[in-house]
C-alpha cells in the first residue's frame, strides 16, 4: 500500500511558476512509475506527465512540454513537477499517481494504469 500527498498548489499569475511536490509512503517508491494529472471544472482527467522509476524514461503532454519538468528523488520519496510559464488554461486540480506495474520500468498516460493516487492540489492562473 503506497499513500500519496501532494503539495505545492496555489494562485499564482500568468507567465509565474509553481513547484508540485508528491510524497509517497512506504519503501518501494523507487519501484513505481509515478504519473501527474490534471482535472479542470467540467474536464476529464488528462495526463500531463510521467517519469519511470528511474528517470530513463519521461513523457509530457504536447500542451505542456518545453514547460513543465517531471523529476523525483526515490532516496526522499518523492515527485516533483516544476510548472513555469503558467498559462490560465493550466488551472486544475493536479494529481500524483503511482503505477506498480511493470516494477515501475513503463510510463502509460492512461489513468486506470495508476494504482494510487493523491487526494489532489489546486493550481489556479490568473490572466
Known amino acids: 500500500q503506497v499513500q500519496l500527498a501532494e503539495s505545492g498548489g496555489g494562485l499564482v499569475q500568468a507567465g509565474g511558476s509553481l513547484r508540485l511536490s508528491c510524497a509517497a509512503s512506504g519503501r518501494t517508491f523507487s519501484s513505481y512509475a509515478m504519473g501527474w494529472f490534471r482535472q479542470a471544472p467540467g474536464k476529464e482527467r488528462e495526463f500531463v506527465a510521467g517519469i519511470n522509476r528511474d528517470g530513463g524514461n519521461i513523457y509530457y503532454v504536447d500542451s505542456v512540454k518545453g514547460r513543465f519538468t517531471i523529476s523525483r528523488d526515490n532516496a526522499k520519496n518523492t515527485a516533483f513537477l516544476q510548472m513555469n510559464s503558467l498559462k490560465p488554461e493550466d488551472t486544475a486540480v493536479y494529481y500524483c499517481?503511482?503505477?506498480?506495474?511493470?516494477?515501475?520500468?513503463?510510463?502509460?498516460?492512461?489513468?486506470?494504469?495508476?494504482?494510487?493516487w493523491g487526494q489532489g492540489t489546486q493550481v489556479t492562473v490568473s490572466s
Open positions: 499517481a503511482a503505477d506498480q506495474s511493470f516494477s515501475g520500468i513503463r510510463v502509460t498516460s492512461t489513468p486506470t494504469a495508476y494504482d494510487y
